[in-house]
């Protein structure tokens, strides 16, 4: 079993920068695709940015691409999110999810297809 477990939020203002981080509890999870989600009070958690194994493939939300970039850094087995150029909008709390997956070095975007989630760090961003 693995828990992910997310540091890094806090307020901030607009235009500002932040950087998450998520690493595992339990089981590493180094070689598994991983991704961040986030969620705004009565809304769905909503997909923010994920990436495979490797690294190698990305992928990004259109409200986010250009602005957040995610990385990995597998021999720390950890997970990270820069957020640059924040907005009032980008305010929730995000989670990281994590699937166990060896197959082809695929980075995945729905929630139903990770299985093992972080409690979630908030991120306030303030205008």
């Known amino acids: 079993q693995v828990q992910p477990v997310e540091s890094g939020g806090g307020l ?53 691409r250009g602005r957040f970039t995610i990385s990995r850094d597998n021999a720390q087995n950890a997970l990270y999110l820069q957020m640059n150029s924040l907005k009032p909008e980008d305010t929730a709390v995000y989670f990281c999810a994590a699937r166990q997956d060896y197959s082809p070095d695929y980075s995945y975007r729905r929630e139903y297809q990770y299985p093992y989630w972080g409690q979630g760090t908030q991120v306030t961003v303030s205008s």
């Open 12 to 64: 901030v203002q607009a235009g500002g920068s932040l950087k998450l981080s998520c690493a595992a509890s339990g089981r590493a999870f180094r070689n598994w695709p991983l991704g961040w989600f986030r969620q705004t009070p009565g809304k769905a958690r909503e997909f923010v940015a994920a990436t495979s194994w490797s690294g190698s493939n990305t992928d990004y939300a259109d409200s986010v």
